[in-house]
């Protein structure tokens, strides 16, 4: 560590040479929101309205194990994290909210729903007032399960709704379908493979193609679709272990992928954030891990800051971020205080300096989640 007189001979020395010494900005927290009541068990993902209110969607029951049940969660927060309404929506059986995007005169909501449609679950879009109050409703899948990852609004105005469909005799395959604004269905994308898909995010390219970031089996992938769902080219990075993209985003010059890597070749296995980036065929260029020595790490989303910088939020130990340049380069680390393991799932600069987390902490492995809410500021 350097000490007080080291800092000046740096200092002293920086004058001399005309060096400019540019400091790390320390990110710190500016409220956090954990909501420990039953009923508020995780949040994945947010928009700001015009106002400055922020959006917030989950679900009031998330478990990895029975018993399943609960409803999709909308709520609204001031700008310093004030509760100013909430909602929840569902039947009598399990829906939650995976997504959530602006209209032009209301919401739009992506997730699951058990409660109406097949006797499987599948993917619901909700449309509400600004306010939470539900206009109309649609369903999309087939006849096995389907699980909701997100949900992206493509250059037309048209929304894509991506996951995978869960059959207990096929496995699973990647699913995916392309909405008009009033929720009637454009195509459907429903392929079927031996290795077993999911489709864990989506972008529009400049061209408008649709490209997927995949998990494929134990590898990840990227695949692009024409406009009209069909398959332009597909690329899968078959390495030793596993490897696959969680979230991505474009980049100048392709894509930027981040997710999960582990070496099952290894004593001890260890997840670690995945960071690369393909080009604009899908080819990769570089790949970067980065996390804690002896913890999992793992990315579940990303965004640009607008000092051209990546954010990635992680899943692991105290909801980890990271915020590296575009060649993958560390510039800092940040977790919260509470260092029981939390999950990031959505992250955004909401003004210059400020950041918004949303996601959630478990408190009984498999059983028991609460939401979190976090804004965090950067010193410019």
Same mark, same amino acid.
């Given at each position: 560590m350097i000490g007080r007189c080291g800092r000046l001979l740096w200092a002293t020395l920086a004058l001399l040479l005309g060096v400019t010494l540019v400091v790390a900005a320390v990110p710190t927290t500016a409220w956090v929101r954990v909501f420990e009541e039953p009923g508020y068990s995780a949040f994945f993902d947010f928009t700001v309205a015009a106002d400055g209110t922020i959006i917030a969607v989950g679900a009031t029951n998330h478990r990895h194990m029975p018993p399943y049940g609960g409803d999709a969660l909308l709520m609204a927060l001031d700008a310093e994290g004030n509760v100013l309404w909430e909602r929840t929506w569902g039947g009598d059986g399990v829906e939650q909210a995976r997504s959530i995007l602006?209209?032009?005169?209301?919401?739009?909501?992506?997730?699951?729903?058990?409660?109406?449609?097949?006797?499987?679950?599948?993917?619901?879009?909700?449309?509400?007032?600004?306010?939470?109050e539900e206009l109309w409703f649609r369903m999309y899948g087939t006849e096995v399960r389907e699980w909701p990852y997100g949900m992206i609004r493509l250059e037309n105005g048209d929304l894509f709704l991506f996951g995978m469909a869960r059959s207990a005799t096929q496995g699973d395959d990647a699913y995916a379908v392309r909405v008009a604004p009033d929720g009637a269905v454009v195509w459907e994308y429903a392929p079927t493979s031996s290795a077993g898909e999911l489709i864990l995010d989506a972008v529009e390219a400049a061209d408008g193609s649709i490209v997927l970031s995949l998990s494929i089996g134990r590898d990840g992938g990227l695949r692009a679709l024409e406009p009209d769902g069909t398959v332009r080219w597909s690329r899968r990075y078959e390495v030793d272990g596993w490897e696959f993209p969680s979230a991505m985003l474009v980049s100048d010059t392709g894509y930027l992928l981040a997710g999960f890597t582990?070496?099952?070749?290894?004593?001890?296995?260890?997840?670690?954030?995945? #960071?690369?980036? /393909?080009?604009? !065929? &899908? =080819? #990769?260029?570089? /790949?970067?891990? !980065? &996390? =804690?020595?002896?913890?999992?790490?793992?990315?579940?989303?990303?965004?640009?800051?607008?000092?051209?910088?990546?954010?990635?939020?992680?899943?692991?130990?105290?909801?980890?971020?990271?915020?590296?340049?575009?060649?993958?380069?560390?510039?800092?680390?940040?977790?919260?205080e509470d260092m029981s393991v939390h999950a990031t799932m959505a992250v955004a600069e909401v003004d210059p300096g400020g950041v918004l987390v949303c996601g959630m902490k478990q408190v009984t492995p498999g059983q028991l989640y609460q939401g979190v809410i976090w804004r965090i500021a950067i010193p410019r």
């Amino acid at each position: 560590m350097i000490g007080r007189c080291g800092r000046l001979l740096w200092a002293t020395l920086a004058l001399l040479l005309g060096v400019t010494l540019v400091v790390a900005a320390v990110p710190t927290t500016a409220w956090v929101r954990v909501f420990e009541e039953p009923g508020y068990s995780a949040f994945f993902d947010f928009t700001v309205a015009a106002d400055g209110t922020i959006i917030a969607v989950g679900a009031t029951n998330h478990r990895h194990m029975p018993p399943y049940g609960g409803d999709a969660l909308l709520m609204a927060l001031d700008a310093e994290g004030n509760v100013l309404w909430e909602r929840t929506w569902g039947g009598d059986g399990v829906e939650q909210a995976r997504s959530i995007l602006p209209a032009e005169d209301g919401l739009y909501v992506f997730g699951e729903t058990a409660s109406f449609g097949a006797e499987e679950r599948d993917f619901f879009l909700l449309k509400t007032t600004m306010e939470g109050e539900e206009l109309w409703f649609r369903m999309y899948g087939t006849e096995v399960r389907e699980w909701p990852y997100g949900m992206i609004r493509l250059e037309n105005g048209d929304l894509f709704l991506f996951g995978m469909a869960r059959s207990a005799t096929q496995g699973d395959d990647a699913y995916a379908v392309r909405v008009a604004p009033d929720g009637a269905v454009v195509w459907e994308y429903a392929p079927t493979s031996s290795a077993g898909e999911l489709i864990l995010d989506a972008v529009e390219a400049a061209d408008g193609s649709i490209v997927l970031s995949l998990s494929i089996g134990r590898d990840g992938g990227l695949r692009a679709l024409e406009p009209d769902g069909t398959v332009r080219w597909s690329r899968r990075y078959e390495v030793d272990g596993w490897e696959f993209p969680s979230a991505m985003l474009v980049s100048d010059t392709g894509y930027l992928l981040a997710g999960f890597t582990m070496d099952e070749s290894a004593s001890r296995r260890q997840a670690n954030v995945w #960071l690369a980036e /393909a080009d604009a !065929l &899908g =080819e #990769l260029q570089w /790949a970067r891990s !980065l &996390g =804690e020595a002896l913890h999992d790490d793992y990315a579940q989303s990303l965004a640009w800051l607008s000092d051209g910088t990546v954010l990635i939020g992680g899943l692991g130990r105290g909801m980890p971020l990271f915020n590296v340049d575009t060649d993958g380069g560390l510039l800092w680390e940040l977790r919260r205080e509470d260092m029981s393991v939390h999950a990031t799932m959505a992250v955004a600069e909401v003004d210059p300096g400020g950041v918004l987390v949303c996601g959630m902490k478990q408190v009984t492995p498999g059983q028991l989640y609460q939401g979190v809410i976090w804004r965090i500021a950067i010193p410019r």
